[in-house]
């Protein structure tokens, strides 16, 4: 590589700031979905257990199916600012607005309500999923190096776990605060505060990025074609599951945290540390994402955090109410040996997509990131919905002292269940065989095919 093609390829610490803050704004209702929008549907907007359960298979199912569709429409935009660029600028405020709309509760009956809680998290879905798959796609073409992208992601990451602190630790006392004992106005003006954060965000990350890696003009794939590809992407296919396995654990975990705080330790306000001490040490655990994956692989370094988190997942069922050391503790490791997984995901997604146009001869980044993001969305539908359905199937009832059946239930869900999937994570791992020495030799057929076109 010539020193002038390593200067094209190398990503500077302000671009690499200027995109990860997009994820700042992804984050901030990706969080929220998953660590607040459950009670918040159940306890102060007033629907039941089961149908949120419900909904929420049936509003994420939908969306997940959007992702390829939005996938194939970003890959064939055509803008003087890229294909996946405008769709940060189009959809800031949509995002913004959809956020609030969510966490809005209407002076309706229950049949209203329940219909205002269906159409406004559907939108916000859709919107998100406009919004995230070109976003995500982003890293497949801000840069053809593989470390690079595994740089970005990283930065990327360090900015969604920094938006996972900020709900975690913000968003109790704020709904507090600015409801003033009413929590349906104080979840809806909190959201608008971040509402108007994500507009922010998502416009500073459209003026900070270019799109470097381009396919070649001259090769237009159909989309029968690029789907044809991607089914026998044999790599991206354990990827695909290992979205699926992930997003279940995180998405059923996530749920429960504030009913097992609640009801089970039996302090509401607890939960925010304890979330926050989780982000704060997952984002430690991203930081040395990179220098561990170059010295003992991305594989190994992904079998080695899933196998860790599974044992700290399990270790929450050994504990009472009284024994927060521990709980801690195991909050702690899981978080740690959570950091490097989502960097490594995003980033061995690309490889995935360079794999493809390299023994193919077409490129297709959004289908690829797409398809990745419906299969972590099925998993957080499924997810969400099983941890809503294990607290209706042990009898959960709002607002009363549990029982000892459904406190059984709520220990589950965020303990040995999670675990189980974990394991099974990384038992899929085994599966993926593209190792740094193939990506590598990836990396520099796919340099030699480019130069002919993009000189």
Same mark, same amino acid.
């Given at each position: 590589?010539?020193?002038?093609?390593?200067?094209?390829?190398?990503?500077?610490?302000?671009?690499?700031?200027?995109?990860?803050?997009?994820?700042?704004?992804?984050?901030?209702?990706?969080?929220?979905?998953?660590?607040?929008?459950?009670?918040?549907?159940?306890?102060?907007?007033?629907?039941?257990?089961?149908?949120?359960?419900?909904?929420?298979?049936?509003?994420?199912?939908?969306?997940?199916?959007?992702?390829?569709?939005?996938?194939?429409?970003?890959?064939?935009?055509?803008?003087?600012?890229?294909?996946?660029?405008?769709?940060?600028?189009?959809?800031?405020?949509?995002?913004?607005?959809?956020?609030?709309?969510?966490?809005?509760?209407?002076?309706?009956?229950?049949?209203?309500?329940?219909?205002?809680?269906?159409?406004?998290?559907?939108?916000?879905?859709?919107?998100?999923?406009?919004?995230?798959?070109?976003?995500?796609?982003?890293?497949?073409?801000?840069?053809?190096?593989?470390?690079?992208?595994?740089?970005?992601?990283?930065?990327?990451?360090?900015?969604?776990?920094?938006?996972?602190?900020?709900?975690?630790?913000?968003?109790?006392?704020?709904?507090?605060?600015?409801?003033?004992?009413?929590?349906?106005?104080?979840?809806?003006?909190?959201?608008?505060?971040?509402?108007?954060?994500?507009?922010?965000?998502?416009?500073?990350?459209?003026?900070?990025?270019?799109?470097?890696?381009?396919?070649?003009?001259?090769?237009?794939?159909?989309?029968?074609?690029?789907?044809? =590809?991607?089914?026998?992407?044999?790599?991206?296919?354990?990827?695909?599951?290992?979205?699926?396995?992930?997003?279940?654990?995180?998405?059923?975990?996530?749920?429960?945290?504030?009913?097992?705080?609640?009801?089970?330790?039996?302090?509401?306000?607890?939960?925010?540390?304890?979330?926050?001490?989780?982000?704060?040490?997952?984002?430690?655990?991203?930081?040395?994402?990179?220098?561990?994956?170059?010295?003992?692989?991305?594989?190994?370094?992904?079998?080695?955090?899933?196998?860790?988190?599974?044992?700290?997942?399990?270790?929450?069922?050994?504990?009472?109410?009284?024994?927060?050391?521990?709980?801690?503790?195991?909050?702690?490791?899981?978080?740690?040996?959570?950091?490097?997984?989502?960097?490594?995901?995003?980033?061995?997604?690309?490889?995935?997509?360079?794999?493809?146009?390299?023994?193919?001869?077409?490129?297709?980044?959004?289908?690829?990131?797409?398809?990745?993001?419906?299969?972590?969305?099925?998993?957080?539908?499924?997810?969400?919905?099983?941890?809503?359905?294990?607290?209706?199937?042990?009898?959960?009832?709002?607002?009363?002292?549990?029982?000892?059946?459904?406190?059984?239930?709520?220990?589950?869900?965020?303990?040995?269940?999670?675990?189980?999937?974990?394991?099974?994570?990384?038992?899929?791992?085994?599966?993926?065989?593209? =190792?740094?020495?193939?990506?590598?030799?990836?990396?520099?057929?796919?340099?030699?095919?480019?130069?002919?076109?993009?000189?």
């Amino acid at each position: 590589m010539s020193a002038k093609q390593a200067t094209a390829e190398k990503l500077t610490v302000k671009e690499k700031l200027g995109f990860s803050i997009g994820e700042y704004a992804g984050s901030i209702i990706w969080q929220t979905l998953m660590f607040f929008l459950p009670i918040f549907y159940t306890d102060t907007f007033g629907l039941s257990a089961a149908a949120v359960s419900t909904m929420f298979l049936v509003v994420r199912l939908f969306d997940a199916v959007n992702d390829p569709l939005m996938g194939t429409i970003a890959d064939r935009t055509e803008t003087k600012w890229g294909k996946f660029r405008p769709y940060l600028l189009w959809f800031a405020v949509p995002y913004g607005l959809g956020t609030v709309l969510m966490f809005t509760t209407p002076d309706f009956g229950a049949t209203g309500k329940l219909v205002w809680a269906y159409a406004t998290y559907g939108l916000m879905m859709v919107i998100y999923t406009a919004m995230m798959i070109p976003y995500n796609s982003l890293i497949g073409v801000i840069s053809p190096n593989p470390g690079e992208r595994t740089s970005v992601s990283s930065y990327k990451f360090v900015f969604a776990y920094a938006a996972g602190a900020s709900v975690q630790g913000l968003i109790i006392p704020l709904v507090k605060r600015l409801g003033a004992g009413d929590s349906q106005k104080g979840y809806m003006l909190t959201m608008a505060v971040f509402g108007a954060i994500c507009i922010a965000c998502f416009v500073i990350a459209f003026l900070s990025v270019r799109e470097r890696v381009k396919p070649d003009p001259a090769k237009k794939s159909k989309l029968s074609e690029d789907i044809k =590809d991607l089914v026998h992407n044999q790599p991206w296919i354990v990827l695909f599951f290992i979205c699926v396995i992930t997003l279940v654990y995180v998405a059923i975990r996530s749920a429960v945290i504030m009913y097992y705080f609640k009801y089970f330790i039996g302090n509401t306000e607890a939960a925010g540390p304890f979330m926050v001490i989780g982000t704060l040490c997952v984002l430690l655990g991203v930081l040395p994402t990179r220098w561990l994956s170059e010295r003992i692989g991305k594989k190994r370094l992904y079998i080695i955090s899933m196998f860790i988190i599974a044992i700290s997942s399990a270790g929450f069922f050994f504990a009472g109410p009284q024994d927060l050391i521990f709980i801690y503790a195991c909050q702690i490791v899981f978080s740690l040996a959570s950091g490097p997984t989502m960097p490594l995901l995003w980033s061995m997604l690309a490889d995935t997509a360079d794999y493809s146009e390299w023994k193919n001869d077409r490129r297709a980044t959004g289908l690829v990131y797409s398809a990745a993001t419906f299969s972590q969305k099925m998993g957080f539908s499924l997810g969400g919905a099983i941890a809503m359905g294990i607290l209706s199937f042990f009898g959960y009832v709002p607002e009363v002292q549990q029982s000892a059946q459904a406190l059984m239930g709520i220990r589950l869900s965020l303990s040995l269940i999670p675990a189980i999937f974990a394991l099974v994570g990384t038992v899929l791992l085994f599966f993926y065989k593209l =190792d740094d020495a193939t990506v590598n030799q990836i990396e520099a057929d796919l340099k030699a095919r480019r130069t002919t076109f993009q000189a």
